[in-house]
């Protein structure tokens, strides 16, 4: 079974600054999607990037970005020109090729302080 | 366009009750999902429904938990007998169909508690 673990329950980054949230999973497929969700209070999940596992380049979506390390099963999340808005949990999630279902870290709490 | 959308928002109930939660998915999204999300946790996968049947119910915590989507739109979550663990956040997604090339679009959950 594939596992998902965010190390950092909590971080903390001032505003306009940068911050990088990890993850590890651990699979024994080859070809599998990853993902960054943000919830923020409102509990509703909203998909911030997605990373295909046979794509060597990291996605990027305006100041998100992604370092994924295969070999490692390494994906983190950087945030870059941190804003207010970005406060909330974001939750690394995986999803193999052949499943349905997307399978959840633990996720980390962000905090941006002004 | 309208999003996902779950009904109730919140939903108190005493140990032992039967309740439902329904989900009202993307129109023409053929795949549904149901996910539990506990105090603190990730949420976990519950069940998938691919047009009226359902795919996988292999998260399916026990036979207290079931759903249906007769219709193959509107899907409701049934749990009998309910106990104080079932306290949760209870999240719908939906997504055009079950390629994982497809992104799997949340509802804002129904928080359930167990009293």
């Known amino acids: 079974a594939q596992t998902v673990t965010q190390s950092q329950p909590e971080m903390s980054v001032q505003e306009a600054e940068t911050v990088t949230l990890s993850c590890t999973y651990d699979?024994?497929?080859?070809?599998?999607?990853l993902f960054w969700y943000k919830q923020p209070p409102s509990r509703q999940m909203i998909l911030v990037i997605r990373q295909e596992a046979y794509k060597q380049q990291n996605a990027t979506e305006n100041r998100f970005s992604v370092n994924f390390q295969k070999a490692a099963k390494s994906f983190s999340l950087k945030i870059s020109d941190s804003q207010l808005g970005d406060a909330a949990m974001y939750f690394c999630a995986y999803r193999g090729n052949a499943g349905n279902m997307l399978t959840f870290g633990g996720g980390t709490r962000l905090m941006v302080k002004p | 366009g309208a999003g996902v959308s779950q009904t109730p928002s919140n939903k108190v109930t005493e140990k032992g009750k039967y309740v439902e939660l329904r989900c009202d998915p993307i129109s023409g999204h053929t795949a549904l999902y149901w996910y539990r999300q506990s105090l603190g946790q990730g949420p976990e996968f519950l069940i998938y429904f691919q047009g009226t049947g359902a795919a996988d119910d292999s998260g399916l915590p026990n036979d207290r938990f079931f759903a249906v989507r007769p219709e193959g739109s509107v899907s409701t979550l049934k749990i009998q007998r309910t106990e104080r663990g079932d306290s949760a956040v209870y999240l719908c997604?939906?997504?055009?169909?079950?390629?994982?090339?497809?992104?799997?679009?949340f509802g804002p959950g129904t928080r359930l508690t167990v009293t």
């Open positions: 997604a939906s997504s055009l169909g079950a390629s994982a090339t497809y992104e799997q679009y």
């Open positions: 699979t024994s497929e080859s070809d599998y999607y």
